[in-house]
């Protein structure tokens, strides 16, 4: 691989076709917070992703012990329209999924939901025994009208912190303490509309895991995809968007997570994601497959079911 300066330019595929945004009949919206945090809200229940909003700088992350920031996690709540949460659903437990995820939780009432991993951060923060569930592969919980169905995964190539969180971790802790923990693929099946979406929160999989399963859009990450061989890339597609059956494809972690969302976003540098390769090789096969593939915009709500007929 060779060393590249900068960062990709995001005009182009920003430029791109965009889903809809959500109109008021739309039963069910979905917003880009960065990252892999998504939120999707019906507008009586609610479920997130992820939910990471501190973004510590470099220095920070690195030689400093990481805490939540508040005042960030407020106004990223704030932004988005969020005031309560039926669940904070976690893919895996690095810092820049889960680093706030027990924060989130304890300001909207909500669920912490992941592995045992995940469910260390939220002993460590103090959240009650019964708003953590710890799920088990293949298992599948309901929350408000939500269903989510966890399939196990595996985090993309190289996982710099391995690993499974052994022991409830308080803030603040190192960025080490935030082992990968177990890697899920997740499914969630919205109740009444019939509407359904996986969000593939690292870019890994294992062969067959979705096998037998349904979404009308993925939510694929694309973080460190770019480095990997066009082969590995055409097989990860094969593995996540076609084994569902997909129609749309919303690319995340793209984004670089260790600016503020005060800021527009823009792309990690080309050391540590080379998104350009990646979109070369994901755009091939969105139009060999008739799939719509875009970069979503932030805070907006979208309703990427709308131009379905039947949906």
């Known amino acids: 691989m060779q060393f590249r300066w900068g960062r990709p330019d995001l005009a182009a595929y920003r430029a791109r076709p965009s889903t809809p945004p959500a109109s008021p009949t739309s039963p069910l919206t979905v917003s880009f917070l960065g990252v892999t945090t998504l939120l999707f809200d019906d507008g009586e229940s609610a479920v997130m992703t992820d939910g990471f909003f501190t973004r510590p700088s470099p220095a920070r992350t690195l030689l400093t012990p990481l805490r939540s920031d508040p005042a960030r996690i407020d106004h990223a709540l704030r932004t988005a329209g969020v005031d309560t949460l039926d669940a904070v659903a976690c893919g895996h ?23 045992e991993s995940t469910a260390q951060l939220g002993r460590g923060a103090r959240l009650p025994p019964d708003r953590i569930a710890t799920v088990a592969p293949g298992e599948a919980l309901t929350f408000g009208g939500f269903t989510l169905t966890f399939l196990e995964s595996e985090h993309s190539h190289p996982d710099r912190i391995q690993g499974v969180i052994e022991r409830a971790v308080a803030q603040p802790a190192p960025v080490r303490a935030y082992k990968c923990g177990e890697t899920w693929s997740i499914l969630i099946d919205h109740h009444g509309s019939g509407r359904s979406a996986l969000v593939h929160s690292s870019a890994g999989f294992r062969p067959g895991m979705l096998d037998g399963r349904r979404a009308d859009v993925v939510y694929l990450a694309v973080g460190q995809l770019g480095h990997q061989p066009r ?60 799939v719509h593939l875009e970069l979503p915009a932030l805070w907006r709500r979208t309703d990427p079911w709308a131009t379905r007929p039947d949906k």
């Open 93 to 115: 437990s690095h810092y820049d999924h889960a680093l706030d995820s027990a924060a989130v939780a304890q300001r909207t009432g909500a669920t912490l939901v992941g592995g």
């Open 231 to 290: 082969e590995y890339i055409e097989r990860y597609w094969a593995q996540t968007v076609t084994a569902v059956g997909a129609e749309s494809v919303i690319l995340t972690h793209w984004d670089d997570f260790f600016r503020p969302l005060t800021k527009p976003l823009r792309a990690l540098p080309y050391a540590v994601e080379d998104l350009d390769a990646a979109m070369r090789v994901l755009t091939a096969c969105a139009e060999r497959d008739g």
